[in-house]
């Protein structure tokens, strides 16, 4: 009875299915072809935000900390400019720093402030007057006399040795700090303008601060993400002062983002072009037919089109884990079609395109329904982890898994029928054809499997003991330069400026004590200066700025520049003194340091790397505040690096809680539709495979846990998913006709066997391709998509049966001894 309800289920798909291609075609292209339009549409309204601030939501405690901090200090963002030359101290070299310094003052959107040589503060005294002025003036010396003497003063300053110059005077450094930077600004664009189209404009055309508007006007469009106009205004503004004689290197968050987001889209875009066309070329092979290669590249082409149109009508934003989402329409669109066509196939044996298309819709819509429902389901689980970009995509995925689907199976069976229904010649498909040797060489594979039942589990053990193992030496990694590479430019330049001068990372701690003016507290200095020693003693330091540099400084120069009084007075009374002082001679650099009550101040601290042992580093700087402030002092870590590493780590959190509801929620479907909990719950262990290798391999190649690689897993299950699927469905169904175990593996390995494996070796290829990339992160997610495309294909075609035919999940062979024929009948 069971039986016969689950053939009266395929017949009905078969007849609907095929009633609806044969008889509206046409009407249905059509209607495909206005929903492409009307998405191709939709795309232009995509947005994009790709900000650190935009993973956290606004009330997570670290992003409140981090808005009380600009609130106080400003944007804590910066672009640190490497500049070189055999001798800094020269004419033309100051007088290039000096209007560089100036173009960026007046060009740079968004700047708040730049320092430089060409503006620097020097503090001297005359007498018992504290004399506080820039250190080169409107002009720039020419004698070189009183260039030494500038070199002199600078180098017996221990503020800035270091830290905007190196000893030898050859490296200088021009730091630029910016404004807090609106969530989007007016400009004279476009409509689809981003800022990434910029790296192909001509320098005239590439935006500056005179061409921004914070309100609508006339004539001017809304440009979303403004952040990234920092970086190609800054390749203008240094190509317009190059000099064979000077080397410019640039770094800095700013230009780090533009980059990581130009690269993503590049290499993306085109090894995924490259992919689709070897998979193309690679079907082609397979299957020898013009008509497989065009559905499945309509279906590719009509679900992308679609499903991003559609984010777009629904304005949701973009990040830079949305890499997955078109990775992952083509994966399903290949496996899905390939199933459909191989039934197609075999059905065309018969000779009748008609009945073949119908054979089809009968034997790959309900597996690839069940296929189809498990993966959104997966997919709808992001939605418990707390990150909106993540909760997008899996909203994003879920979508395209389910339209895909549907596009699938409409396009691929219309694709086919186009034609006249007649019987085709019998040469064509002779007991050599290809179809028909490949089925053959699946019931040997079949046998193989049934004598090696017990090799085969012995050896998964082995393999999964080994991988399981590996899996818990997995590095974990935010450092956004590992995720570019070595062999990429800006990554070079970053290291370069690393171990010369200045940095690429940077955070900040805040100080907040408990009463104002204690920040002017001797003994409350003193403890600040303990802090800053420490922190210079961090592996990952590369200097650091504060309140102290400054006070050290007023006093040893109040002292006619001796090095012994380099240190923090005393005396309170002195210390205000030197503060007043300092005021009234209009120094400025107090403000960016304490706030107007002298209760909080901050710890500037530049890193040169992103590792998440980092948090070890914040953590003392914490438990060193507790320890040596007054009772209610707050100690806070923030910037950007507090932001990335809890996001990461919220990322990691999600992605294990994702999986694990991702599974429990296909167990539960497969539970379902296989109508056994043991079956069900035997199912699942092919699918838990591919992932383990994923991440045995990440621990033995020492591949990172990053933004990019953490989307492969969720994509793998998905992917095993749909193979587990088929082989369980038709195993079953082949099992209550035949009645025997091993009859059954044999006729579900000649039915689906050649699509297992030919999307197998399509999949791999098409990931393959990305080793190519520039791009260390898409590189690794080649080499490990690949390794669990393949795992999950050896779980179900070794591990599964080997599983079904030792646990015998439907109790002993039934006793039936003539399998009956199928009726294809029309």
């Known amino acids: 009875m069971k039986d016969m309800r689950k053939k009266q289920l395929k017949d009905f798909f078969a007849d609907f299915g095929f009633n609806i291609i044969i008889k509206y075609k046409y009407l249905i292209l059509l209607l495909l072809f206005g929903l492409t339009i009307l998405g191709f549409l939709g795309m232009q309204k995509l947005e994009f935000d790709s900000s650190n601030d935009a993973f956290l939501p606004e009330n997570d405690p670290v ?4 808005d009380k901090f600009k609130e106080i200090f400003g944007n804590d963002e910066f672009i640190f400019i490497l500049v070189e030359s055999d001798e800094i101290f020269s004419h033309n070299v100051l007088q290039y720093i000096k209007e560089l310094t100036e173009d960026l003052e ?20 005359e007498g018992d007057r504290l004399i506080i002025d820039d250190l080169i003036k409107e002009i720039v010396p020419t004698e070189q006399e ?101 080397k410019t290197t640039a770094t800095g968050v700013p230009v780090l983002d533009y980059e990581t987001d130009r690269m993503v889209t590049e290499e993306g875009t085109k090894f995924g072009l490259i992919a689709l066309l070897a998979a193309t070329l690679l079907m082609i092979v397979l299957f020898r037919s013009f008509r497989a290669v065009a559905a499945i590249f309509l279906v590719v082409l009509s679900s992308l089109v679609i499903l991003f149109g559609t984010l777009g009508w629904l304005k949701l934003k973009l990040s ?21 066509i191989n039934h197609f196939l075999n059905g065309l044996e018969k000779g009748f395109r008609y009945k073949a298309i119908k054979y089809a819709y009968r034997e790959s819509t309900w597996p690839i329904l069940i296929t189809a429902l498990t993966t959104t389901l997966g997919f709808i689980s992001f939605i418990f982890v707390p990150l909106e970009p993540i909760k997008i995509v899996g909203f994003s995925c879920a979508i395209g898994t389910f339209l895909t689907y549907l596009i699938v199976m409409i396009v691929v069976p219309l694709i086919f029928s186009i034609g006249k229904s007649r019987t085709l010649p019998k040469k064509d498909y002779s007991k050599k054809s290809a179809q028909k040797i490949f089925r053959k060489a699946m019931e040997k594979w079949a046998d193989f499997v049934v004598r090696n039942i017990r090799v085969t589990v012995g050896l998964s053990i082995i393999v999964i003991i080994f991988v399981v193992f590996y899996s818990f030496k997995m590095p974990i990694n935010s450092d956004m330069l590992q995720v570019l590479g070595k062999d990429v430019d800006f990554v070079k330049n970053a290291n370069y400026i690393t171990e010369k001068l200045g940095a690429l990372y940077s955070y900040d701690v805040l100080l907040e004590f408990p009463e104002e003016g204690m920040v002017k507290k001797s003994e409350v200095l003193k403890e600040i200066d303990g802090l800053t020693d420490m922190i210079n003693r961090f592996d990952s330091t590369v200097t650091q700025t504060s309140i102290i540099d400054l006070i050290k400084e007023l006093h040893m120069t109040m002292n006619n520049n001796q090095e012994t009084f380099y240190q923090i007075p005393a005396s309170n009374d002195l210390l205000a003194q030197y503060l007043l ?36 580093e914040f953590e003392k700087v914490i438990t060193y505040g507790q320890q040596h402030f007054p009772a209610g002092t707050k100690v806070t870590v923030v910037g950007d690096m507090p932001i990335l590493l809890k996001t990461l780590t919220k990322l990691v959190d999600g992605q294990k809680l994702s999986i694990f509801i991702a599974l429990m929620v296909i167990t539960l479907v497969m539970i379902i539709v296989l109508k056994s909990i043991k079956l069900g719950l035997l199912s699942m262990i092919p699918n838990v495979i591919p992932v383990l290798v994923i991440t045995g391999l990440m621990g033995l190649l020492q591949y990172s846990l990053d933004f990019i690689t953490v989307l492969i897993a969720p994509m793998i299950i998905g992917i095993a998913v749909d193979d587990t699927v088929h082989y369980f469905i038709h195993f079953k169904e082949e099992y209550l006709v035949t009645g025997s175990y091993h009859q059954a593996n044999k006729e579900t390995f000649r039915k689906i066997g050649k699509a297992l494996i030919s999307a197998c070796v399509v999949l791999m290829l ?61």
């Open 766 to 826: 098409g990931f393959a391709i990305f080793v190519l990339s520039k791009m260390a992160s898409l590189g690794h997610m080649a080499v490990l998509s690949a390794a669990g495309i393949f795992a999950a294909l050896a779980a179900d075609m070794l591990i599964t049966p080997a599983i079904v035919m030792l646990v015998k999940p439907f109790g002993e062979n039934l006793e039936i001894t003539n399998r009956e024929e199928e009726n294809y009948e029309m």
């Open 320 to 340: 830079i884990l949305a890499l997955i989402i078109p990775t992952l329409v083509l994966v399903i669109s290949v496996s899905y079609s390939i199933h459909v």
């Open 106 to 125: 007046d060009n740079l959107p968004f700047v708040d402030e730049v320092t430089s040589l060409a503006n620097l503060d020097y503090i001297e005294t």
């Open 146 to 246: 009183t260039l030494n003497d500038l070199k002199n003063k600078i180098l017996a300053k221990k503020t800035y040795v270091g830290k905007i110059i190196t000893e030898d005077c050859q490296k200088t450094g021009i730091i630029v700090t910016f404004q807090e930077i609106p969530e989007m600004i007016y400009a004279p664009v476009g409509k689809n303008f981003s800022p990434l189209d910029q790296a192909d404009y001509s320098p005239q055309e590439v935006l500056m601060d005179e061409n921004l508007y914070t309100k609508h006007q006339l004539g001017l469009n809304k440009v979303a993400d403004p952040r990234k106009l920092i970086a190609p205004a800054l390749k203008v503004i240094l190509a317009r002062h190059s000099d064979s004689k000077i």
């Open 581 to 616: 002082l300092y005021e009234i001679s209009g120094g400025e650099d107090l403000e960016d340091l304490v706030d107007f009550n002298y209760q909080k101040t901050h710890i500037s601290v530049q890193v040169n790397d992103f590792k998440s042992s980092i948090l070890q």
């Open 63 to 66: 992003v409140i900390k981090n």
